[in-house]
């Protein structure tokens, strides 16, 4: 509000001839204080200031350094991570493409289960990390080679087609079959994996599991379907990849001394860690693996839990964040970010650094800090006692004249001094007086200025916020009548005299084929064999066709004129422009207006399917309000609805575009109406800037970025309602519109 000029004037000169009435005297002396304590204290002060600034800033810019190195120490350990995980899990699709290469090159029969064996077992030697390597056909024949965990040779696989029967062999250094270990009852095709890989068609990573019979045998099955010549399935190659290296690999790399590394699944289940603790359990003889939010080491326990509630589940985590959180009084620095492969992996690598691996420095430094403190003050406290009883002898001279200045003798002169800030300060003294009402007088003049300067100031304001209230009420009427006034004059004017005139006869049209059908039917009952000329007229025209059709095509054309009519009258009832003041209406009529004036833009498009509206109608009051103004609200909320639609179907193909309106009658006399979509959604940052003027998050040329501003201003200010949005990138929109039932109670109550 502008600045109350005149009432500032009157103040100030109040006190200009207070002060002068009082004849410059001085005011009532101050507490007195030792020149011990004015000399001594700031110094003090300004060491203990100056060290303790620098202490203060070097232990912020070693925590910023901290936090650099916290954040660059992740980041490397992250790219080892990924490094490591690139060329571990790529390998077994890698050994399965060259089998599958040297089946379809004649090289590898596959029903030679001795040879097949052998050059498994030679695989399965050199890969260690594999536990199991080789293939299953369509008649159940298998073959290949298998390894325990933490064993050193391979066992070869017989199982000949038909039966149902594993044979485990142990092998020779040749790997040739020498002694059979063990037979398993096992039917291959019936398997999770084989089922899995068949259906999917191409080479996948299959589910982690666990084999209750061996501690520890957790492995994830990399598959791929055989095919012959024509396309026909003969069966899957697959490799079992021992992930208990994984965590042998993490535990390898120095995060920090206390600091984690733990990959885990999206359902939270534990891949490796880098701590001393297993990813699994054994219970009963069972091997059960361990989720990351259960896991023994209490660091990834608490970290695995912070992220499972910073973001509502491991699923939301679609990009590499970084974090903190406390845990033992600690600060813990987080990085998690997604790890895929074009085979259907899916996990979070998480790396937790403890602050306190790197705050011993900077703690020392704090001690080192406080001590010099304490040494500046005690050399500072001896220092100022000396300086203060030499120095005091001098100022003694000048407390006598001082004091009679003081006393409001003005006429008292101080001796000069040889002390060149004593004698200075005398003859400030002598002329503090006039220099006192030379300043008033300035002030004074300054006032003046001032006075002037603010009504200046004031008009132009004034001027300019005219401006633009006339120039925003020129918009709002520009949209207005521009995109509703010229569409309802010449529609209504051009369409509905003729679709009245159409409508009004097909009535008469009805009536009148009536009468001739049942003349027809009276005639081919009395004469029903009517002369060969008329009989050859009758077949000709299929009488029979033309009595069921024409009265579906005079209802037909009855349906359509109705349709036309009520767009007409939709398109009167949606701009309300005879209607200026305050009306009693149904806000369902309103929004179902807007929707069929819309339903061109909601049917079926070439390269977007129907954008389905679903209504969620309760009873609600008749609401008073301004039609044409709330009606414009619907029409710019709905068409932005759409547009957000249709920018989803593009991006990123969404297949049910949905559009929601939920209406709600509150006990406080208000009503809500929420409109929903689940388009692409609105960036949080920018959403409460959505209804400033001429902000728009649309292409050049698609919008103007005035559309939401002249509805929150119908909502907020003409109706004294609330306009609101909520949204998330990729979880769509929702506005929320708040309308008091009573315009003339809420007005007065906004007054």
């Not at 001394?257 to 860690?273: H, Q, S, Y």
């Not at 406390?326 to 987080?334: A, P």
């Not at 002329?431 to 100031?457: C, G, I, K, P, Y």
């Not at 909601?602 to 008749?622: E, N, S, T």
Request: charged content about 20%; some cysteine.
């Amino acid at each position: 509000m502008p600045l109350n000029a005149p009432k500032l004037n009157a103040k100030l000169n109040a006190l200009n001839h207070s002060v002068l009435r009082q004849k410059f005297r001085f005011p009532q002396p101050l507490p007195q204080l030792p020149l011990l304590a004015v000399l001594v204290v700031p110094f003090l002060l300004q060491i203990f200031t100056a060290v303790g600034l620098v202490g203060y800033f070097s232990f912020r810019n070693g925590q910023k350094a901290i936090n650099d190195l916290a954040n660059q120490l992740q980041r490397e350990v992250s790219a080892r991570v990924d490094q490591h995980l690139d060329s571990y899990l790529a390998l077994p699709h890698q050994i399965n493409q060259i089998n599958l290469n040297a089946i379809k090159q004649g090289m590898l029969d596959l029903y030679d289960l001795d040879n097949s064996g052998r050059y498994f077992w030679k695989q399965a030697q050199i890969f260690k990390q594999f536990g199991f390597i080789g293939y299953a056909l369509e008649d159940n024949t298998n073959s290949g080679a298998w390894r325990w965990p933490q064993g050193h040779n391979a066992a070869i696989i017989y199982h000949p087609g038909g039966s149902l029967k594993d044979y485990t062999y142990e092998a020779d250094q040749d790997g040739n079959r020498k002694k059979l270990l063990h037979v398993t009852d096992f039917y291959a095709p019936a398997g999770d994996s084989y089922v899995e890989a068949v259906k999917a068609g191409k080479a996948l990573w299959t589910r982690i599991y666990t084999l209750d019979e061996f501690e520890g045998y957790i492995a994830a099955a990399a598959n791929v379907p055989i095919y012959d010549a024509n396309q026909k399935l003969i069966g899957v190659l697959g490799i079992d990849l021992f992930l208990t290296e994984i965590s042998a690999f993490l535990q390898q790399i120095q995060v920090s001394p206390t600091g984690r590394v733990f990959i885990m699944e999206r359902d939270g289940m534990l891949i490796g860690n880098s701590s001393s603790q297993p990813t699994y359990r054994v219970e009963n003889g069972k091997t059960h693996r361990l989720r990351a939010t259960d896991s023994d080491d209490p660091l990834i326990r608490a970290t695995a839990s912070y992220l499972q509630q910073q973001f509502n589940g491991f699923q939301q985590i679609q990009s590499p964040q970084q974090l903190t959180f406390q845990f033992n009084q600690d600060r813990q620095f987080v990085e998690v970010s997604p790890w895929q492969d074009e085979y259907g992996i899916d996990w979070l690598v998480a790396v937790v650094v403890p602050e306190s691996d790197f705050m011993a420095q900077i703690n020392a430094n704090t001690r080192t800090t406080i001590t010099l403190c304490l040494v500046a003050l005690a050399v500072a406290t001896v220092l100022g006692i000396y300086t203060s009883r030499w120095i005091a002898r001098t100022i003694l001279r000048l407390g006598t004249a001082s004091q009679a200045i003081t006393a409001g003798n003005l006429n008292q002169q101080v001796q000069p001094s040889v002390i060149r800030e004593v004698n200075s300060l005398a003859q400030s003294f002598n002329q503090m007086a006039s220099q006192l009402q030379a300043s008033f007088l300035a002030l004074e003049q300054v006032n003046t200025e001032l006075e002037d300067r603010v009504e200046a100031r004031t008009a132009a304001l004034t001027a300019t916020l005219e401006e633009l209230r006339r120039t925003q009420a020129q918009m709002v009427q520009s949209e207005k009548m521009s995109a509703l006034g010229q569409m309802v004059a010449g529609v209504a004017h051009e369409i509905n005299n003729p679709v009245n005139f159409i409508h009004g006869n097909v009535d008469h049209a009805q009536a009148y084929a009536e009468e001739l059908l049942h003349l027809l039917q009276l005639y081919q009952h009395h004469y029903p064999k009517p002369v060969r000329e008329i009989q050859t007229a009758l077949d000709a025209a299929d009488l029979e066709f033309i009595e069921q059709d024409f009265t579906q095509l005079l209802h037909s054309m009855q349906l359509g004129s109705q349709r036309i009519s009520d767009i007409v009258q939709s398109l009167r009832s949606f701009s309300k422009l005879d209607e200026a003041g305050v009306k009693s209406i149904d806000l369902h009529e309103g929004i179902d207006t807007a929707l069929l004036l819309l339903q061109h833009r909601l049917k079926p498009q070439p390269g977007r399917c129907k954008i389905q509206v679903i209504r969620d109608y309760q009873q609600l009051p008749l609401v008073e309000c301004y039609p044409g103004q709330i009606n414009q609200v619907f029409m710019n909320i709905l068409n932005n609805a759409i547009d957000a639609l249709e920018e989803a179907i593009y991006i990123e193909s969404l297949i049910e575009p949905v559009i929601k309106i939920r209406t709600v009658a509150s006990e406080n006399e208000f009503v809500k109406i929420y409109i929903s979509d689940n388009g692409i959604g609105i960036n949080p940052a920018i959403v409460p800037r959505l209804f400033d003027p001429f902000f728009t998050t649309k292409p050049v040329g698609k919008g103007t970025g005035i559309g939401l501003s002249i509805s929150y201003q119908i909502v907020t200010e003409t109706h004294h309602g609330s306009l609101e949005c909520n949204s998330e990138v990729g979880q769509g929109a929702e506005f929320v519109i708040t309308i008091p039932t009573h315009y003339n109670t809420a007005r007065e109550g906004s007054k």
